[in-house]
């Protein structure tokens, strides 16, 4: 039966006076010490290294990561986990090269860095083209993904959950990044805690299904048992290839997906923006560690579930079932009302926290790229105190808007996850070849970063649409196609981001020359070899990491 008992409610109200009372104790505490509106949207100056990388965490893993990534590890197994394994490899690059460009630039918005190296024109599109990929996108993906779950968990209706949920994120964005990045910590806190205890009770399922013996019988168990569900590197004749093309993940377009993400995106960057380099880099450092263990919270569950769907353990069938067709992104709810009483609302509770922190992460950047980006812009003269305001409306015109649309764009149809990747890679490849030579080719000139974000989006639909004209089965036996639940070989979407990042980047390459060629200026940015130094504490770290790396993937190639 889908319900909280009294003993969930209980833990789940706990969570929810820890979070609240911290939140409004950050706000009080740090009011007196506000400075402006950079304090107000970065908490410039306050976030401690382990607050950034808590941070960084908790708007990263949502919904999308606990329903559509446990759902994806039903369909497809480990192989998933490469979305959170490489992003660790890619936390120490960002670091390492994209966070002391940004800083030794006073670079606060991506827009603004848009701005400060090409110009107005370029940094206004990009503003207004990020606000609504993180309206229409990403928000309403969180919000949709996060109140299915919770419906499913708890019997609520899924609209009491969708309004719920925003207005506890409101609260909490309204008070600035400062209480944003401290309730993160206890947010991950929860996150962690529940989400280790779900995969322990679910692991340990498997076990007693099969004989008893505890976790560790439960994971060999399940290695057994869906032994096709721990190879991280597909070949082509697996039926999820499309999804995950073989070496992509490991040399191709998955890097694109991941360095856009971490490094180009004013969603995750604005959790260090507002500290020094020495603390950045270890808050990204910290991230990074996390990221090793997410797979554990997020992957195996989805497995678990696999198995216990195969064993028909309490009904799953029937429930994992909706007209007809098994819906992957319903096991880990289904997988949460398996749990006894307490450890439910614990799991629930971390879920809860997953989400909320996302849709806060998310309200606070849309929020500071209207506001300082496209408000400001409009309005110079604005004050400090009004510019913070407009930013506190723009929150919640943003939920608004997040709420009223988030059930009729079909997020369910696909999966929760794949639905987010896919869409967001559409414009991904052209962004990141626009930061990527705008960072490091001082002749990257503004009329070839247009070309990237405009072209960019133009060739990823072109590529997306081109199986309906043209035969791609030629390039199938290279790997660069594959065939689609229809029957039509198309290209995998990472492959497609590879392939468009490419020819963004000789597109922007030859712009750039003749514009040069004729004399056109070009505004650089200042960039010294000797900010890419790191402490020897952070690069023993970057050792461990890429040590963890190598082991992992030989364990589950």
């Known amino acids: 039966m889908n319900k909280l008992s009294n003993g969930d409610y209980i833990v789940f109200a706990i969570y929810f006076v820890v979070v609240a009372s911290y939140g409004l104790w950050v706000y009080w505490r740090k009011r007196k010490a506000e400075t402006g509106s950079n304090d107000y949207f970065l908490a410039e100056g306050s976030l401690t290294w382990w607050a950034i990388g808590a941070s960084l965490i908790a708007s990263n893993i949502s919904a999308e990561q606990f329903i559509g990534m446990s759902g994806s590890g039903f369909k497809m197994g480990l192989a998933i986990a490469t979305y959170e394994w490489m992003a660790a490899a890619t936390l120490i690059i960002v670091a390492v090269f994209f966070i002391p460009v940004y800083l030794k630039n006073k670079i606060f918005t991506m827009p603004q860095f848009l701005n400060q190296r090409y110009n107005g024109t370029v940094a206004m599109i990009m503003a207004i083209f990020w606000l609504l990929l993180y309206v229409v996108v990403n928000l309403t993906s969180i919000l949709f993904l996060g109140a299915l779950a919770v419906s499913a968990i708890s019997g609520v209706n899924i609209d009491v959950c969708i309004w719920g949920m925003a207005i506890f994120a409101v609260i909490i964005t309204l008070g600035g990044m400062k209480v944003i990045g401290y309730t993160d910590v206890i947010q991950v806190f929860f996150l962690i805690l529940g989400g280790l205890v779900t995969t322990y009770i679910a692991v340990n399922l498997v076990s007693d299904r099969f004989g008893g013996g505890g976790f560790l019988h439960g994971l060999s168990t399940m290695k057994e048992q869906a032994g096709d569900h721990f190879h991280m590197i597909f070949k082509t004749d697996n039926p999820n290839y499309l999804d995950l093309p073989g070496l992509s993940v490991l040399i191709g377009g998955m890097w694109i997906v991941n360095l856009n993400y971490w490094g180009c995106n004013q969603y995750i960057t604005q959790r260090a923006l507002g500290a020094d380099l020495k603390t950045a880099r270890g808050g990204i450092l910290f991230a990074a560690f996390l990221k090793l263990l997410m797979p554990i919270i997020v992957v195996l569950p989805g497995i678990a579930a696999f198995i216990l769907y195969k064993q028909d353990v309490s009904n799953f069938v029937s429930k994992m079932t909706i007209g007809g067709e098994v819906n992957p992104d319903r096991s880990y709810p289904v997988l949460l009302n398996l749990l006894p009483s307490g450890l439910k609302g614990l799991s629930f509770a971390a879920l809860t926290a997953a989400v909320v922190a996302s849709l806060a992460g998310k309200a606070n950047s849309i929020a500071t790229i209207f506001t300082l980006d496209v408000y400001k812009k409009i309005n110079p003269g604005i004050t400090d105190k009004k510019t913070v305001t407009i930013g506190k409306i723009t929150v919640v015109v943003a939920m608004l808007l997040g709420v009223l649309i988030c059930k009729h764009l079909g997020i369910d149809k696909k999966g929760g996850f794949q639905y987010i990747q896919e869409y967001t890679g559409f414009v991904s490849p052209g962004i990141f070849a626009m930061f990527i030579l705008g960072f490091f080719w001082k002749k990257t000139t503004s009329s070839a970063a247009l070309f990237a974000t405009v072209g960019g989006f133009i060739l990823s639909v072109g590529f997306k649409v081109m199986?309906?004209?043209?035969?791609?089965?030629?390039?199938?036996?290279?790997?660069?196609?594959?065939?689609?639940?229809?029957?039509?070989?198309?290209?995998?979407?990472?492959?497609?981001?590879?392939?468009?990042?490419?020819?963004?980047?000789?597109?922007m390459y030859i712009i750039s020359m003749i514009e040069n060629a004729k004399g056109d200026k070009v505004h650089g940015l200042e960039v010294d070899p000797s900010m890419f130094k790191t402490s020897r504490s952070f690069a023993i770290g970057t050792l461990v990491i890429g040590g963890a790396l190598v082991a992992l993937y030989s364990m589950f190639w």
């Open 467 to 507: 199986p309906h004209y043209i035969n791609l089965q030629g390039l199938a036996s290279s790997g660069f196609a594959d065939k689609n639940a229809d029957g039509v070989y198309e290209m995998p979407f990472i492959d497609r981001m590879g392939f468009v990042f490419l020819i963004c980047v000789v597109g």
